[in-house]
């Protein structure tokens, strides 16, 4: 089995895809709220319609597993050192297949990591840029052997339980993490998740490279966006990415009382920034 992607199309209009790309633990439903409202804002605007699409990554929501073997090298430790790329080709595949030469690429979290490799990858298919909430680093050796372990207790125990502390906020996490409400979606989009699926994209994740090479390659319009609140891609650490991208003039979005999941905490404004793009690329 190669690697196939479980695309959802929340609406179909004018100029090339806005392809969101979800964060880790869940699934493209981070993007439900965020994707309805990018209508919403061009709709008021007095745009044209905005085709929007959110691939499922492999083996997130109903999105098939790939086997080891469609996974490319498997190092000593277990990481899966091509899976990232081969995943970049199956999601650029995905938009040849439709009829698009390019694309306006949004990841959130790990949905970065695949539009920085985008980049890498296929920098001709690249229309524009959305970075929220990430990083281009490759985990540090500690953080490698964490995701792999995880990987491991996923697969051995069959459950997601070694992730399901995505869902609690930690001690200057936004309003909306602390929230029961936050808690409650965040606890049922991780559940409904497979152990299979969640270890295959810790050892893709565990096995990608550093591609802060590809920061000063990009030119297409860019926005950066993140939360203020957040604990794992700090603004400090996003403002620097967004400096590092010299070849084009990225905006720079810190949203206040937002923790990592910018998308799904603030959906509305998230969208504007999404149309500020589209607007941009058009």
Not at 169 to 181: P, T, Y
């Amino acid at each position: 089995m190669a690697i196939t992607l479980n695309n959802t199309v929340y609406s179909n209009g004018e100029g090339v895809p806005l392809v969101m790309v979800h964060a880790f633990p869940v699934d493209h439903h981070m993007w439900d709220e965020c994707a309805a409202k990018v209508n919403d804002v061009a709709a008021e605007r007095g745009l044209a319609p905005v085709t929007v699409w959110a691939p499922d990554m492999p083996g997130a929501g109903i999105g098939p597993v790939p086997s080891a073997a469609d996974s490319g090298e498997v190092a000593a430790d277990g990481a899966y050192e091509q899976a990232l790329d081969l995943m970049t080709d199956a999601y650029a595949d995905l938009v040849r297949a439709a009829g698009y030469e390019r694309a306006v690429w949004a990841g959130l979290s790990m949905g970065g990591y695949v539009v920085l490799d985008m980049q890498r990858r296929h920098p001709e298919m690249i229309a524009g840029l959305a970075l929220c909430d990430t990083k281009a680093d490759a985990d540090s050796p500690a953080a490698r052997a964490g995701r792999l372990e995880c990987a491991r207790a996923c697969e051995s125990g069959e459950t997601v339980d070694p992730v399901m502390h995505f869902a609690d906020a930690s001690e200057h996490d936004s309003s909306f993490k602390k929230s029961q409400a936050g808690h409650d979606l965040f606890t049922r989009w991780i559940r409904e998740q497979t152990p299979q699926g969640v270890a295959w994209r810790q050892r893709m994740a565990a096995g990608r490279p550093d591609l802060n090479d590809q920061l000063p390659l990009v030119t297409a319009s860019t926005a950066v966006i993140c939360g203020e609140n957040d604990p794992f891609s700090q603004p400090a650490a996003m403002r620097s990415l967004a400096d590092a991208m010299t070849g084009t003039n990225p905006s720079f979005t810190v949203l206040p009382d937002c923790g990592h999941f910018s998308a799904v905490e603030y959906p509305r404004k998230v969208a504007e920034l999404l149309v500020d793009l589209v607007e941009r690329v058009r």
